[in-house]
């Protein structure tokens, strides 16, 4: 079974009168620890699809299945704590919590969770040193690199244990060497059995995922795996 | 996230914006410092009066003359025979100068028998109090309050100095020592015997007031009954409302006092309970405009996971944690308000648990109240809108 599996999604945008279309139909299976790039200029409708995945927004038709669960059936309760328990978010602008140290960073999910604040800090500490982040657990994101700030939004993302990790182009903001230590952890995220769903219009990103689909004017337009992809079952 | 999570949350927050968090409090300390201050002023002013009335003595009732009645020796010997009646007094009260010396002012003179420092509380500086009997020494003697004693160039150390009282000399036999507080508002006067007193101002009625000291465990409503029914039988009076003599107690000064007290805190309190509405308005400007700054927190948190209700917490917590600090401030510029006004005006500074209750519990209702609007704003915000918003 997919963990994420959309048929037919469909989103529409009302702006005054006039009705836009950011997704026309979308049908895509993502299975277990997959690694996939979704690709496509801006406008084009990834976001949109980002938003169906990361269970931020609803189809305006369509279904959504996340990890087995209908997304159309789940109240607003229900949603959160999928998304809460079932996918990490790492955004392109890293969207730490302002005034917040790394550590509290990390920590939150877990916090929100319902697990107990000590617990949270020994796991969210446990994941900054992981990261080589540990000397800079207590620093607030003002004080840290954008490289070191998506290393910390990566730890936040992995902290709650999701199967899958949604992230929205997240070497966007970020100078070369940066961004391919990124990528480096999402390869090693990857390969701890995780799903990575990576959200790009670079190419050279996109290239180094196992299966790339690319979106144009809220179709997909071609969806292509590299064979080594489909060894692993 | 539980709820200690949430507060220490509110409380980094509010920390991390000092400057704002103090201008936005700084209405409702304000407010409650208003309701706290006027309302223990009131109290503390209250208080000193009522323990004034009570120092003249406890529950007595005094009866005094009116429409043109006269009160006798004989009435106050039949309300002796009373039930619950401890001591019946009597006396005769008038104006008249004294001269000591090159000096000389105007008193209330007051005729009181010796067992007249039983119905009420007065307390001796120096000396002794008049002496019983009609000896010529008693008749002789007199006992100024600190106020007469001070207007006329005496102390305490002048027992035995002579004074001139409408032209008779006496002797200064005792001071009393100065009231406190509201006491001393009967303004000042001279005691001699009632003997003395009658012969100087005949014909003037042989008794101006009766004072009875009712028993410590006596129904006072039910002696105020007999009192009248005694008198109006002896004044041969078919109708109370036709009595030539009036009959009061103490617990209904008292009484009446406390109406007018609550009333006044009522009033106060409902004034400065308006300056805590607009400092309430305050708090929700700062509130909607946090809300709107922090919309693209709000939606990071919905995204990795905070519920509505949780935002919703956040945020209706935040206001109340601000406005609950400002009412500890401001409780605590109220009581520093009503000291200082109590040190001025002499009073006993008095602050009551209540005030301290009711100006916890106005701030914290303040910030539901004002907090609940800009919450659920932030918590209704879709987490994809919140998340775009720059």
């Known amino acids: 079974m997919p963990v994420l599996s959309l048929r037919g999604v469909r989103r529409e945008y009302l702006t005054g009168d006039e009705v836009t279309v950011a997704l026309g139909g979308v049908d895509l299976d993502v299975d277990e620890g997959e690694f996939v790039a979704i690709v496509g200029p801006s406008g084009s409708g990834k976001s949109t699809l980002m938003n169906m995945i990361g269970c931020l927004d609803r189809p305006t038709t369509g279904s959504v299945v996340i990890d087995g669960h209908d997304v159309d059936e789940l109240g607003d309760n229900a949603l959160t704590e999928l998304r809460l328990r079932t996918i990490g978010f790492v955004f392109q602008q890293f969207n730490l919590l302002p005034q917040t140290s790394a550590v509290d960073n990390v920590a939150a999910p877990l916090l929100y969770a319902g697990a107990r604040p000590a617990e949270a800090r020994v796991r969210a500490l446990e994941l900054l040193e992981r990261l080589g982040l540990g000397e800079r657990a207590r620093f607030t994101p003002n004080r840290l690199s954008g490289g070191q700030q998506q290393r910390v939004a990566i730890a936040r993302a992995l902290v709650a244990d999701p199967r899958i990790i949604l992230a929205d182009e997240p070497t966007g903001a970020l100078d070369s060497a940066s961004g391919a230590e990124v990528m480096r952890i999402m390869h090693e995220i990857h390969e701890e059995g995780r799903t990575i769903v990576l959200i790009t219009h670079d190419l050279d990103v996109a290239a180094q995922a196992q299966r790339r689909i690319h979106v144009h004017d809220g179709l997909i337009t071609e969806d292509e795996r590299d064979a080594v992809a489909e060894v692993p079952a | ?390």
Do not use: C
């Open chain 2, 1 to 390: 996230m539980n709820f200690a999570g949430i507060i220490r949350l509110s409380l980094s927050r509010i920390w991390a914006n000092k400057t704002r968090s103090a201008l936005t409090i700084l209405g409702v300390v304000i407010g409650v410092g208003a309701l706290v201050g006027l309302v223990s002023i009131v109290q503390s002013a209250s208080t000193g009066i009522s323990s004034s009335l009570n120092s003249l003595g406890g529950n007595n009732v005094s009866i005094s003359a009116s429409a043109g009645g006269t009160l006798t020796d004989g009435d106050a010997e039949a309300l002796e025979s009373i039930d619950g009646v401890a001591a019946v007094a009597t006396g005769v009260t008038t104006q008249g100068t004294a001269t000591h010396g090159s000096t000389s002012a105007t008193f209330t003179i007051q005729g009181v028998s010796a067992d007249y420092p039983a119905t009420t509380s007065i307390d001796l500086a120096a000396g002794s109090f008049l002496p019983e009997g009609a000896s010529l020494r008693a008749t002789r003697s007199v006992v100024l309050d600190a106020d007469a004693a001070d207007s006329l160039g005496l102390s305490a150390n002048d027992v035995g100095a002579q004074i001139t009282l409408e032209g008779r000399t006496f002797t200064v036999v005792g001071v009393l020592q100065a009231q406190t507080g509201f006491a001393g508002f009967g303004g000042s006067s001279v005691y001699i015997t009632q003997e003395a007193a009658r012969t100087m101002f005949a014909p003037a009625p042989d008794v101006s007031s009766i004072t009875v000291v009712t028993a410590s465990d006596a129904d006072v409503d039910g002696l105020v009954d007999s009192v009248t029914r005694v008198l109006l039988e002896r004044h041969d009076i078919s109708d109370a409302d036709d009595a030539d003599f009036t009959v009061t107690n103490q617990a209904d000064i008292l009484d009446s006092l406390n109406s007018v007290m609550g009333i006044l805190q009522l009033l106060l309190g409902g004034i400065a309970s308006i300056s805590l509405l607009v400092g309430g308005i305050g708090i929700m400007n700062i509130m909607l405009v946090s809300v709107r700054e922090r919309t693209r927190e709000i939606g990071v948190r919905r995204a990795i996971g905070a519920k509505r209700r949780t935002i919703l917490a956040q945020f209706l917590v935040e206001a109340v944690v601000l406005s609950v600090i400002g009412g500890i401030l401001g409780i605590g510029l109220g009581a520093l308000i009503a000291w200082v006004v109590s040190l001025i005006g002499g009073l006993t500074f008095v602050i009551a648990g209540w005030v301290v209750v009711v100006g916890l519990v106005f701030s914290a209702l303040v910030g539901i109240v004002f907090g609940v609007g800009p919450a659920r704003t932030a918590a209704r915000m879709a987490p994809v809108e919140a998340l775009r918003y720059e």
